[in-house]
Every structure is written in structure tokens, then in C-alpha cells.
């Protein structure tokens, strides 16, 4: 078992020739070219404020991604996942297969269903990152 860790690793040995260096990470940000049209978005591209919905400028390119939100205030809100063919000012999002949104009542909607929820002593409340 040693043996194969070592092998694992056998790129530190060598100074890390055969490492492969991270390209650096691309800023995300809500982007203004897709957003409903009551949207506003605020602090250089981190913050949403109005009605409707809008897309990060970076797509998810494989099946396990990672993405935190904080709740700066409470109110009706809606988290989640879409693709370019989500209608951005029908809200709440989660109604057709072009999104998948945790709401502010905790409930997780995929195509007009609801599928999950989380316990109710449990919602993100405001200040909360998520």
C-alpha cells in the first residue's frame, strides 16, 4: 500500500516536474447580458437585487460543482442551477426542467416538483452563507 501512495506521488520527488500548474481560476459573476428584466446587479457582479433570476458568466463543465450564497436579507429569494433556456423573469425558478432552485422556504423545485426540503428548524436565515 506504501508502495502505490508513493508512486502517487512520485511527481514531489522530482521537484514537481510532471505537476501540472492550475490555469488561474476565472472571476465569477452574475452576468448582466443574462438576467431578468427587473434585475439589478450590484457590488461589481456579486450581489442580486429586484425580481427575477440571472446566470453566473461561468457554466458548470462537469457533474459535482461547488457554489456558496449568502443571504444579505430576508425575504423571498431562490438559489439553484439553470441553463441559458430559463426564462429569467418567471419566477419562482424551479417551475420547468431548465432550472433546479432551493427556496427561501427551504423547499428544492425541479420542473414545477417539489423534491426535497430542508427540515424547517433548519432555512437559511439572514447573514447565513449557504
Given at each position: 500500500m506504501a508502495a502505490s501512495m508513493f508512486c502517487c506521488f512520485s511527481w514531489c520527488r522530482d521537484g514537481g516536474a510532471g505537476h501540472i500548474p492550475l490555469k488561474e481560476m476565472p472571476a465569477v459573476h452574475l452576468d448582466t447580458q443574462r438576467m431578468g428584466t427587473d434585475v439589478v446587479i450590484v457590488k461589481n457582479g456579486r450581489r442580486i437585487c429586484g425580481t427575477g433570476g440571472c446566470l453566473a458568466n461561468a457554466p458548470l463543465h462537469q457533474n459535482k460543482s461547488y457554489f456558496e450564497f449568502k443571504i444579505q436579507s430576508t425575504g423571498i429569494w431562490g438559489i439553484g442551477v439553470a441553463t441559458q433556456k430559463a426564462?429569467?423573469?418567471q419566477?419562482?425558478?424551479?417551475?420547468?426542467?431548465?432550472?433546479?432552485v432551493m427556496r427561501n422556504d427551504g423547499a428544492l423545485y425541479y420542473n414545477n416538483e417539489e423534491k426535497n426540503r430542508l427540515p424547517a428548524n433548519n432555512l437559511p436565515q439572514e447573514?447565513?452563507?449557504?
Amino acid at each position: 500500500m506504501a508502495a502505490s501512495m508513493f508512486c502517487c506521488f512520485s511527481w514531489c520527488r522530482d521537484g514537481g516536474a510532471g505537476h501540472i500548474p492550475l490555469k488561474e481560476m476565472p472571476a465569477v459573476h452574475l452576468d448582466t447580458q443574462r438576467m431578468g428584466t427587473d434585475v439589478v446587479i450590484v457590488k461589481n457582479g456579486r450581489r442580486i437585487c429586484g425580481t427575477g433570476g440571472c446566470l453566473a458568466n461561468a457554466p458548470l463543465h462537469q457533474n459535482k460543482s461547488y457554489f456558496e450564497f449568502k443571504i444579505q436579507s430576508t425575504g423571498i429569494w431562490g438559489i439553484g442551477v439553470a441553463t441559458q433556456k430559463a426564462n429569467l423573469n418567471q419566477i419562482p425558478l424551479g417551475r420547468d426542467v431548465h432550472s433546479l432552485v432551493m427556496r427561501n422556504d427551504g423547499a428544492l423545485y425541479y420542473n414545477n416538483e417539489e423534491k426535497n426540503r430542508l427540515p424547517a428548524n433548519n432555512l437559511p436565515q439572514e447573514g447565513d452563507v449557504v
